[in-house]
């Protein structure tokens, strides 16, 4: 049974583009949450989705979206892109959304903006 | 809103000795709180939980931590640790909002070196 993947590993983008980052939730997941992960910090929520649709958020701004997809995949999205996003970005996957399900987490993507 | 707060940037144990890092939260209400673990180019993984019930929680690989509500904290220990216990460690704590659960809010995290 594979556990959460997310693509790409790693990416160098420059200021002022757009990313897409993809994760693939463990089988039998419905939830999907994004956080990110900036250098000597813990992960910060960004949002959460679950059938298809947007049901929390952190403290991010609207450059950061997101997408699911009806097998349960989801997408990040960044526009605009700033110096200050450059970060590890993690995507966990849960069964349910009553806060109290095991978030798996995947090995993260590596953003680097330049 | 809630907080987690984790007051040691780095530890070195000995192999073999114990281990306690420490855990303060805030939230209103009763915390559903955890303890992940990340090694190197690894993503987090959950060595326990506390939702309700006994204050004293047992984990994965021998870890155990204790609930305090007086002190708002859940301490995480070990009574002997490994050389592959070397990792960043780190307690969360998920709150609720209008909208249901939100996402984990995590501390800064507790790098743990271990000494030969």
């Known amino acids: 049974d594979a556990g959460v993947t997310q693509s790409p590993t790693h990416l160098i983008k420059t200021r002022g583009q757009q990313v897409t980052l993809r994760c693939s939730p463990k089988?039998?997941?419905?939830?999907v949450s994004w956080y990110q992960q900036a250098l000597g910090q813990g992960p910060q929520f960004i949002f959460q989705y679950y059938e298809e649709e947007e049901r929390q958020r952190g403290n991010f701004p609207d450059r950061f979206s997101g997408h699911q997809f009806p097998n349960y995949s989801s997408e990040l999205n960044v526009n605009a892109l700033l110096l200050g996003d450059s970060a590890l970005y993690l995507c966990?996957?849960?069964?349910?959304?009553?806060?109290?399900?095991?978030?798996?987490f995947g090995p993260g993507t590596r953003l680097l903006v330049l | 809103a809630q907080s987690v707060t984790q007051p040691d940037i780095h530890i070195t144990v000995s192999e073999g000795a114990s281990l306690e890092l420490r855990c303060n939260y805030s939230?209103?209400?009763?915390?559903?709180l955890f303890w992940y673990v990340q090694s190197p180019g690894q993503g987090l993984q959950l060595l326990l939980k506390y939702f309700s019930g006994d204050t004293l929680v047992q984990g994965i690989k021998g870890f155990e931590a204790e609930f305090k509500r007086s002190q708002s904290s859940f301490n995480l220990r070990k009574p002997s640790v490994h050389w592959s216990d070397a990792a960043e460690y780190f307690c969360?704590?998920?709150?609720?909002?209008?909208?249901?659960?939100?996402?984990?809010?995590f501390g800064k995290g507790t790098h743990l070196i271990i000494q030969p």
């Open positions: 089988s039998g997941h419905d939830t």
């Open positions: 969360a704590v998920v709150a609720y909002s209008g909208g249901g659960a939100d996402g984990l809010t």
């Open positions: 966990a996957s849960s069964y349910g959304t009553g806060g109290l399900e095991t978030q798996y």
């Open positions: 939230y209103g209400a009763t915390p559903y």
